[in-house]
């Protein structure tokens, strides 16, 4: 197929305020060679929100919104999709707001694991930790207390989930935001996540939308500031269509189908188009497949072009700013009041912009007379400061009302995380829960605090004292850190043993005097990552590689061949490499700790003393070697616009190591406990009654669209759009109003404007055969095969299990399958001796393969294979079913 693409402005910097051509972009054909990667096919119209059949509480909120929305004139719908520009207010993006209805401006803030740049929030723990837990109640509530701590704090969106990066390259730099290298896993935390945060009344934001597997090179400018000259754009990651469902979009299916308001495309390119203004990824794969009816807002600074990046289905742009950082100039706010005007973005885009904001406004329960107002300013903690702090003229007055968002909720979660989420990989002669021992060592930085507070470096960028955090907008302020020395120090005081600590990583003479002298030594180690826009100790925002840092493998070498009960606690963000001493004699024990916030201390004592029993599990895989893992960073560039080709397809992190038969050190789903489960007494059933043919039902047609035809879909007098006379305009504030010499130029023309091939206004009666509703095809959620297992704890401790389920696919299918794919998951906590039976449900779409060449989501015949346990290698045949 030969299709055109809408390419990054970043190399276009055009234009200044040309009627009509203004804009945009750079419309460029590429025709495909053959290759898969080389382009991205064109989908127009965007769809109008609302049109969904059955979802009751969309089509509701759809009510409200466009009651709503037919009050507003040009310039307030316009200034609902932009932001005021970067610190142009006082959450990280602010919208405009409507004065006329009361209407205030709309807040959204970092981050997926707290509320960043305030006080008195908590330090909740990384998504990664989350995912350890393998708990999906602690998922909920962990999105509720996010989402209660954002509304006491007057924030109207959250920017969290983080469901993408999934974890491709065990080494990039974000990973942890997200819950673990497997969609499954990450649908369902992120979508856990999603109803807590909106039950809370928050819009939740599933982010970043998609192929964001890396930050080197993720923005243009950014690295070029790192001195990679040469760069032109940012990276296009590479992925064909099974892949892109089957494992990057699966997880935003998942929170697109629990509701989530609103989405946040990404700063790279997808197969070779922006993904903000990539028409592909969102009218088509998110608005029609997905059947998303919130609005998708840009990631800061990640749009590149205006009208392209409208009529693609992007609806809020982000700080409100364009191509750089507070310099008032934005490709939405006036340049967007010229588009509809001269006739390039048509009336009803604009109107469904708006209408999917106020519509996931509603949708949570928001409501402008009494939703709270920011009472936080992002740009300083002192009581007063300016309001927009990067302008000579702001206004000054009191900013921070010091609002302590905190409460029970989020204490308990908090906590119980940081329990849940440790994960015992090692554990020979039982050497752990400690017991009958007078002399502790603790050895490592990592073990205690860092002389400058859990505060100490700016967005969290540096790795000093105890990692509870990466770096990065995806980091907040602790309100306190539990190190874990302060709890062990604390448990000596109580119960009387002796505790030597060393808090340094280069002094092996001293860690040997104290772990030679001491019947059991802990070592502290640590491995650190964060987001691209900063250099910690030479890692730029991915990690250089999976070592240690500090010279951990040194440490704990030196510290295991004088103590023969070593102990290695690692905290880390993902996998690191183990190999220079996991085998090493002396080192009995290994915990992981997943940077799980504010409490990380209790939890690494409570199970080191055995107050907890462990119950964390791998959401990623440890390799032996960091050249088994499927794929790498890319860390050099070797073009202007760098290439990642997801050539590994369906086979990241475990389906790799499946396939190629490859041992890991360990396995993902892998964690020991201090007692024993066996599994047994398994059935696998297949529904007599439900259709389990090869394809779903066809998914209804879509509600007829609902155009805003009264007064304000006509377009007003070019003095309409004008500034206001006499309005006091802040020096780089993005306001959607022209000045009058710009408006006198507006010349209508609807046609002027380069629209790509295929370009269409018509909006479909059908949606695609795998949407219809939010989350895809109503008929791909149906169960259609149960699963029963009796779990039992043959231990003498309490403890939690987490059953896994692996499905088989058939080896004689038509396309090619993973070995196995997690398909469930459930944790179970059991007394000793008790049993219990968990019962699982496949889907249709738990079957399915995304068929490329049709469009739908099939189930192939033959043979499946059930596979249940507690990891992705340690599980039992269950059972298996055929389908003819
Ligand atoms: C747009 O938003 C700005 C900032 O909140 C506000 O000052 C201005 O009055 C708004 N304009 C309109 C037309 O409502
Ligand atoms: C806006 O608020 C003011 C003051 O509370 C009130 O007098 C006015 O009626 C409100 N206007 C609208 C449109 O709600
Ligand atoms: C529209 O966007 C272009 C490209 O960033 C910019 O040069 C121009 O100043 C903008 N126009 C207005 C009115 O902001
Ligand atoms: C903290 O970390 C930074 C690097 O990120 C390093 O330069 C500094 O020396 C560290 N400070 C201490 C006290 O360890
Ligand atoms: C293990 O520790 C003992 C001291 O307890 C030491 O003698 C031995 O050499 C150590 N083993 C190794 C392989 O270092
Ligand atoms: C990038 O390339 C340069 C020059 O070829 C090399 O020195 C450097 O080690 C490379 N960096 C990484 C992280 O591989
Ligand atoms: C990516 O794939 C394209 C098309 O198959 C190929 O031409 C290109 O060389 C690949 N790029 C890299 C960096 O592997
Ligand atoms: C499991 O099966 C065995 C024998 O088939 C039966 O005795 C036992 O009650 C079952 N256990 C549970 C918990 O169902
Ligand atoms: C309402 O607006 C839509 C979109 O602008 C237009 O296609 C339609 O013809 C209008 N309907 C009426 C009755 O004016
Ligand atoms: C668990 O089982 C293993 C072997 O099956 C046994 O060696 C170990 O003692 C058991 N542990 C507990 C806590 O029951």
């Keep these: 197929m030969c299709v055109m693409q809408i390419r990054s402005l970043a190399v276009v910097k055009i234009l200044a305020v040309v009627p009509l051509l203004l804009l945009l972009l750079h419309v ?62 006082p959450c990280v993006g602010n919208t405009g707001s409507v004065p006329r209805l009361n209407f205030s401006a709309i807040c959204l803030q970092d981050g997926p694991l707290g509320i960043r740049f305030t006080d008195l929030n908590s330090a909740f723990p990384a998504g990664i930790a989350t995912g350890a837990t393998f708990n999906k109640n602690l998922m909920y509530q962990r999105g509720n207390a996010l989402g209660l701590e954002n509304k006491a704090k007057g924030i109207n969106v959250a920017l969290a989930p983080c469901i993408g990066p999934i974890g491709r390259a065990a080494e990039a730099g974000r990973n942890w935001e997200g819950f673990g290298a497997d969609p499954y896993l990450q649908g369902i935390a992120g979508a856990e996540t999603v109803r807590g945060i909106q039950d809370a009344g928050v819009i939740a934001t599933a982010k970043h939308y998609l192929l964001n597997e890396q930050e080197h090179f993720r923005q243009y400018a950014e690295w070029v500031g790192f001195g990679f000259d040469d760069l032109k754009e940012p990276y296009s990651a590479n992925a064909d269509d099974r892949v892109l469902r089957e494992i990057y979009v699966w997880p935003f299916a998942e929170a697109v189908r629990a509701g989530v308001g609103s989405v946040m495309c990404s700063y790279n390119q997808a197969n070779q188009s922006q993904a903000c203004q990539n028409s592909y990824l969102l009218n088509k794969v998110l608005k029609d497949e997905l059947g998303f009816q919130g609005f998708v807002m840009s990631d800061w600074l990640g749009q590149r072009s205006g009208v392209a990046s409208a009529l693609a289905g992007m609806d809020m742009t982000m700080p409100g700013d364009g191509i750089a950082w507070a310099d008032g100039v934005s490709l939405y706010g006036p340049n967007l009041t010229l588009a509809v005007m001269n006739g390039s973005v048509p009336t009803w885009r604009l109107d469904d912009m708006v209408t999917r904001i106020m519509a996931a406004y509603f949708k949570v329960g928001q409501d402008p007379s009494t939703y709270p107002e920011p009472n936080f300013s992002s740009w300083t903690l002192d009581t007063k400061g300016d309001y927009f702090p990067s302008i000579d003229d702001s206004p000054y007055g009191v900013v921070n009302q010091h609002v302590d968002a905190r409460s029970s909720v989020s204490s308990q979660v908090t ?78 005081a109580m119960s009387g043993f002796q505790v030597d600590y060393l808090l340094e990583d280069y002094d092996h003479t001293a860690a040997s005097t104290y772990a030679s002298a001491a019947d059991v030594a802990i070592v502290f180690v640590s491995s650190d990552s964060g987001e691209g826009f900063v250099d910690v100790e030479g890692n730029l925002g991915d990690r250089n590689n999976l070592k240690l840092w500090h010279g951990g493998d040194e440490l704990i070498k030196a510290v295991a061949a ?15 490499d183990m190999e220079e001493w996991i085998e090493h004699e002396n080192v009995t024990a290994v915990l992981y700790s997943l940077v799980p916030g504010q409490d990380i201390g209790f939890g690494l004592a409570d199970v080191i003393f055995g107050a907890y029993n462990p119950s964390g599990r791998l959401p990623f895989t440890i390799a032996k070697d960091k050249d088994d893992y499927p794929a790498s960073v890319v860390y050099n560039v070797t073009s202007p616009v760098p290439q990642i080709n997801f050539t590994e397809g369906l086979y990241v992190d475990y389906r790799h190591f499946d396939k190629q038969e490859i041992t890991p050190r360990f396995e993902f789903g892998f964690g020991m406990s201090y007692t024993n489960f066996t599994f047994s007494n398994f059935t696998v059933t297949v529904d007599e009654e439900a259709d389990t043919g090869e394809y779903p039902t066809a998914p209804e047609a879509y509600l007829a669209p609902v155009f805003y035809n009264g007064t304000n879909s006509s377009l007003p007098d070019k003095s309409d759009v004008e500034y206001p006379k006499n309005f006091r305009k802040f020096e780089n504030f993005v306001y959607p109003y022209l000045t009058a010499s710009e408006a006198k130029k507006i010349e209508y023309d609807a046609d002027a404007y380069p629209y790509p091939d295929d370009y269409s206004e018509t909006q479909p009666d059908e949606p695609s055969p795998a949407g219809g509703a939010s989350g895809g095809n109503p008929a791909l959620f149906d169960n259609l095969v149960s699963v029963t297992a009796v779990i039992t704890n043959t231990g003498t401790l309490d403890g939690a299990e987490v059953a896994q389920v692996y499905l088989s696919y058939p080896s004689d299918a038509e396309v090619e399958f993973p070995v196995k794919a997690l398909r469930g998951f459930e944790k179970v906590e059991l007394q000793a001796g008790q049993s219990y039976e968990v019962t699982f449900y496949l889907t249709r779409k738990d079957l399915s393969y995304y068929e490329v060449e049709t469009g739908e989501w099939r189930i192939p015949r033959g043979e499946f294979e059930v596979l249940v346990g507690r990891s992705s290698r340690k599980h039992q045949v269950a059972g298996s079913f055929t389908l003819e």
């Design 562 to 576: 004088v103590n023969s009960k070593t102990v290695v606690v690692v905290e880390a963000v993902g996998a690191v």
């Design 415 to 492: 906590r119980q995380i940081a329990l849940e989420s440790v994960v015992l990989l090692k554990n020979e002669n039982e050497v752990l829960p400690l017991a009958d021992f007078k002399k502790l060592a603790v050895v490592g930085s990592a073990a205690g605090p860092f002389s400058g507070g859990p505060n100490g470096c700016e967005n969290r960028d540096c790795n000093n004292g105890t990692l509870a955090t990466g770096w990065g907008s995806g980091s907040v302020n602790f309100p306190y850190m539990i190190t874990p020395v302060e709890v062990i120090n604390y448990r000596a």
């Design 28 to 89: 460029q054909s590429a025709c495909a060679h053959g290759s898969k990667y080389d382009s991205t096919p064109n989908i127009y119209p965007s769809l109008l929100g609302g049109r969904n059949p059955t979802d009751t509480d969309w089509n509701l909120a759809y009510i409200k919104a466009r009651e709503f929305v037919s009050q507003l004139t040009l310039l307030e719908k316009v200034n609902l999709t932009t932001g005021t520009g970067w610190q142009m207010g």
